[in-house]
């Protein structure tokens, strides 16, 4: 019979040693037994998401995971954002992730707009309402953050960004980074969108509002990330299978629906530190059986990596641990362990570091790993694999991979 696939994909998981933790990383400082266990019953190896050296985003780093090339299909973080919030994307459309901003003296004084929590709705509407050069549609997301989508096949996805990306300046020119006419196109569209942004939003009644309560108004769109939608096979014609996914942030959701896999919502599945990993163990039991993959991000281990807190990364990673025992009740199933891409605390940014990696299973060769770390792991059977093969890897061992030759 063959079986089915669990990817847990723990985001940001790998690490470097820390120096308050005598040398450990936060995984191997952390008390894991339910990790550590899966370990022993499993074969274990490390993996280069991409490639050796090369620093994963968490959108390459799933679509990796998925077995797609990220040189081939990726151009850039647009797209998948405005797949994971719902819109409606065909290849050749250039998305862009937007963030409303605040301007004042012609320079970005807060990026976010103070992380503006209310009235993006009715800004966002303002902006729908102008009267612009091609069709284009924009969704407001959560706070500051918001999706444009350039709806014509004239432009190219190649241009670099209004955003300075600091605070302080003034906003950029974007320009095609290659200098192709189509994507030349796309900057020009993306100058006057931004400019035109502000005319719109100054004195809109929620900013007047937002001043007159000392709050920084949100008076200026600053898009960046350009991307072209990629024309991704399905998973199902890709490799035969029927795949799903749980997954608490829009990018890792972009990657997926854009790989025609079910997303499936989980009640309390945040992608930050409050997320209920224990609803997220349930989800994966009452849903497995009418998939062969599941493909399920939780993001926590992440943020602390980012912040540079090794007890956060280590508290969470507990917390992972002790909802693990759930997925006991699922049998005929492989499960891979792993992440998406390293995010050391000591570097508070993705590393392009080696994850580890846990396979059990039925048939796995086992091996002489007795806990989940990021040394513990390489000494293991798998030995050190790139993630574009681990889909391959899982697919064979559940019997669902297909003879190549004769
Ligand atoms: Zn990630
Ligand atoms: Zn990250």
Same mark, same amino acid.
Do not use: W
């Given at each position: 019979?063959?079986?089915?696939?669990?990817?847990?994909?723990? #985001?940001?998981?790998?690490?470097?040693?820390?120096?308050?933790?005598?040398?450990?990383?936060?995984?191997? *400082?952390?008390?894991?037994?339910?990790?550590?266990?899966?370990?022993?019953?499993?074969?274990?190896?490390?993996?280069?998401?991409?490639?050796?050296?090369?620093?994963? &985003?968490?959108?390459?780093?799933?679509?990796?995971?998925?077995?797609? $090339?990220?040189?081939?299909?990726?151009?850039?973080?647009?797209?998948? +954002?405005?797949?994971?919030?719902?819109?409606?994307?065909?290849?050749?459309?250039?998305?862009?992730?937007?963030?409303?901003?605040?301007? !004042?003296?012609? !320079?970005?004084?807060?990026?976010? *707009?103070?992380?503006?929590?209310?009235?993006?709705?009715?800004?966002?509407?303002?902006?729908?309402?102008?009267?612009?050069?091609?069709?284009?549609?924009?969704?407001?997301?959560?706070?500051?953050?918001?999706?444009?989508?350039?709806?014509?096949?004239?432009?190219?996805?190649?241009?670099?960004?209004?955003?300075?990306?600091?605070?302080?300046?003034?906003?950029?020119?974007?320009?095609?980074?290659?200098?192709? +006419?189509?994507?030349?196109?796309?900057?020009?569209?993306?100058?006057?969108?931004?400019?035109?942004?502000?005319?719109?939003?100054?004195?809109?009644?929620?900013?007047?509002?937002?001043?007159?309560?000392?709050?920084?108004?949100?008076?200026?769109?600053?898009?960046?990330?350009?991307?072209?939608?990629?024309?991704?096979?399905?998973?199902?014609?890709?490799?035969?299978?029927?795949?799903?996914?749980? *997954?608490?942030?829009?990018?890792?959701?972009?990657?997926?629906?854009?790989?025609?896999?079910?997303?499936?919502?989980? +009640?309390?599945?945040?992608?930050?530190?409050?997320?209920?990993?224990?609803?997220?163990?349930?989800?994966?039991?009452?849903?497995? #059986? #009418?998939? $062969?993959?599941?493909?399920?991000?939780?993001?926590?281990? $992440?943020?602390?990596?980012? $912040?540079?807190?090794?007890?956060?990364?280590?508290?969470?990673?507990?917390?992972?641990? &002790?909802?693990?025992?759930?997925?006991?009740?699922?049998? #005929?199933?492989?499960?891979?362990?792993?992440?998406?891409?390293?995010?050391?605390?000591?570097?508070?940014?993705?590393?392009?570091?080696?994850?580890?990696?846990?396979?059990? &299973?039925?048939?796995?060769?086992?091996?002489?790993?007795?806990?989940?770390?990021?040394?513990?792991?390489? !000494? &293991?059977?798998?030995?050190?694999?790139?993630?574009?093969?681990?889909?391959?890897?899982?697919?064979?061992?559940?019997? !669902?991979?297909?003879?190549?030759?004769?």
């Amino acid at each position: 019979m063959a079986d089915r696939i669990v990817m847990l994909i723990l #985001d940001g998981i790998g690490d470097r040693p820390v120096v308050e933790l005598h040398g450990r990383t936060p995984l191997e *400082a952390a008390r894991t037994p339910n990790l550590d266990s899966l370990a022993k019953k499993g074969v274990n190896g490390i993996m280069d998401t991409i490639k050796p050296g090369v620093i994963p &985003g968490s959108d390459t780093g799933h679509l990796a995971l998925l077995g797609y $090339d990220p040189y081939e299909v990726y151009t850039g973080r647009g797209p998948f +954002e405005a797949a994971g919030i719902g819109m409606e994307l065909r290849p050749g459309e250039v998305a862009f992730r937007c963030n409303f901003a605040t301007l !004042k003296d012609g !320079k970005v004084v807060d990026r976010r *707009a103070g992380r503006i929590k209310q009235g993006t709705d009715e800004l966002a509407d303002a902006i729908r309402g102008m009267e612009f050069d091609v069709d284009f549609e924009f969704i407001e997301s959560v706070e500051h953050r918001a999706v444009l989508l350039l709806k014509d096949p004239t432009l190219g996805p190649y241009v670099s960004d209004v955003d300075p990306h600091e605070e302080g300046l003034p906003i950029l020119r974007s320009e095609a980074v290659e200098g192709d +006419e189509a994507s030349q196109r796309t900057a020009g569209l993306i100058n006057k969108f931004a400019e035109m942004s502000v005319d719109v939003l100054s004195e809109h009644p929620v900013n007047s509002k937002r001043e007159e309560n000392g709050l920084p108004p949100a008076n200026i769109i600053l898009p960046r990330g350009a991307g072209s939608v990629p024309d991704l096979k399905p998973l199902k014609e890709l490799k035969g299978i029927n795949s799903a996914a749980i *997954a608490g942030i829009p990018l890792v959701r972009g990657v997926c629906e854009l790989a025609e896999m079910e997303v499936i919502q989980v +009640e309390g599945a945040t992608g930050g530190l409050d997320t209920d990993i224990g609803a997220i163990m349930e989800a994966i039991i009452d849903n497995i #059986d #009418d998939h $062969d993959l599941m493909l399920v991000n939780i993001k926590g281990p $992440d943020l602390p990596g980012h $912040d540079g807190d090794h007890q956060q990364k280590i508290d969470f990673i507990q917390r992972i641990d &002790g909802a693990l025992p759930i997925l006991d009740q699922i049998d #005929d199933t492989y499960i891979a362990i792993t992440g998406d891409h390293s995010t050391p605390v000591t570097v508070k940014n993705h590393s392009g570091d080696p994850l580890p990696l846990t396979i059990c &299973g039925e048939e796995v060769r086992v091996d002489d790993v007795d806990s989940y770390g990021e040394r513990s792991c390489a !000494k &293991g059977g798998l030995g050190r694999i790139k993630g574009t093969d681990l889909l391959n890897v899982l697919l064979d061992l559940a019997k !669902k991979a297909e003879k190549f030759g004769a």
